[in-house]
């Protein structure tokens, strides 16, 4: 009998249900925690469900694919097993390398969802779900293997939008050359607009996969439902793939170590922008979090801190009616830095190249004050008395920065 371990995180939401779809479809099941690498060996499949690993800070996947049971997960990869990354394990696949293309280990990014409507409006930002439609582009997956039908299932994420910068990526999935699945209406017709692609993603992309085959990354959820469902159709496919001994022995997976040098930009304030930087009164758990990861890959303590930077531009602005719309920042749990800290050597800031967050406000503000204003968000770290080697370290290993969704910038 086939076997699959669901693999869960602190934070993950959705390991009943997938044991159950599992169970359902055939296959013995075990749960295995993030910390139990002891466990990993014996299965067929590894699923890594949904949720909210580490509470997504940073990106969505970007901490749990940098912990040490990726290592091992790597291994079995390589020897042909089946990984299955569902939503926020569909995260984690993506920024862990598993799913290359070419020598390219990190492809595609899984980016903040984009809602527009035809004029180029924001319908609303951030997490989203609805009940979708999607159809197989390969056949010869694991996950495409028994699929006969367009599938109907729900999603639920913020982080889904699949981008990508590189050209050859960009290719790949235009092509149909790494997509298992992409997003169409009930009839089949594929569509990367509203609403059937519910949230931008580059040519209706819904599934990455591996050439081979025998990875996937989908952020749809095919096992949350109670009884038989369209969702069964890919577990009854991985099923019928290992008992047909359909995957090769030796699968290619990412090598970081191929990684060009992150391209950083210099920040350039302008007079002609406005600039507020916030920071929390309370505990920064995402600043944590994103500490420990990067102490963990380095394997020593290192400072650490994060603010937000609005850039606002438009004709005769005023900061303090700026402030006053209370649309920057909560008082209750955050405040304004008097002087903007343009610091050190140290410090860092990203900028998605496409944000809903920013283009709303800027819609909101632009209605407020009668003209038209742009708005840019940075995400600041300040690396404080850390040395140059060791924030280069950081810096190619991506976890500041997916290149394919953002820009890394140096003060």
């Known amino acids: 009998m086939p076997s699959l371990a669901v693999i869960t995180f602190p934070g993950n939401n959705c390991e009943i249900e997938s044991l159950r779809i599992a169970k359902r479809n055939g296959f013995s099941t075990e749960l295995i925690k993030w910390n139990e690498l002891e466990k990993v060996g014996n299965a067929d499949v590894y699923f890594l469900p949904g949720g909210f690993s580490f509470e997504d800070r940073g990106r969505s996947g970007s901490i749990a694919a940098r912990e040490k049971i990726f290592k091992t997960l790597r291994k079995e990869a390589v020897k042909g097993k089946l990984i299955l990354g569902v939503c926020n394990g569909a995260q984690m696949v993506t920024e862990s390398g598993l799913i290359p293309v070419k020598n390219n280990p990190l492809p595609v990014a899984l980016a903040h969802n984009l809602r527009r409507d035809k004029h180029g409006h924001v319908l609303g930002t ?170 963990n890959l380095l394997g020593q303590n290192i400072s650490l801190e994060k603010s937000v930077l609005f850039e606002v531009l438009g004709e ?46 800027a819609q909101q503000l632009s209605t407020l004050f009668g003209k038209k204003i742009t708005v840019n968000i940075y995400k600041s770290w300040d690396f404080g008395d850390t040395s140059q080697d060791l924030i280069a370290t950081v810096l190619q290993n991506r976890i500041l920065c997916n290149p394919n969704s953002s820009e890394l910038f140096k003060v």
């Open 126 to 295: 951030g997490f989203y779900n609805e009940w979708i439609y999607i159809k197989a582009e390969r056949t010869d997956t694991a996950f495409t293997y028994k699929v006969d039908k367009i599938l109907r299932m729900p999603i639920a994420h913020g982080e889904g939008r699949f981008s990508s910068i590189d050209t050859l990526s960009q290719k790949a999935l235009k092509s149909g050359d790494n997509v298992a699945f992409r997003y169409c209406d009930k009839e089949g017709n594929v569509s990367d607009k509203f609403p059937i692609t519910p949230n931008g993603a580059l040519h209706a992309t819904a599934a990455i996969t591996n050439q081979e085959g025998t990875i996937c990354a989908i952020m749809p959820h095919p096992e949350r439902f109670f009884d038989t469902f369209d969702g069964d159709q890919i577990f009854a496919s991985m099923y019928q793939w290992i008992l047909d001994k359909k995957s090769p022995n030796n699968i290619k997976i990412g090598d970081f170590s191929l990684l060009e040098k992150p391209e950083i930009k210099t920040f350039e304030p302008t007079d002609k922008a406005i600039y507020l930087e916030k920071k929390l009164i309370i505990t920064d758990n995402e600043n944590f979090s994103i500490k420990s990861a990067i102490e």
């Open 316 to 361: 005769n602005l005023d900061q303090k009616k700026l402030e006053e719309t209370n649309l920057f920042f909560n008082p209750n749990k955050e405040f304004l830095v008097e002087k903007i800290t343009s610091s050190t050597l140290s410090k860092f800031m990203t900028k998605d190249f496409q944000n809903d967050e920013a283009d709303h406000l």
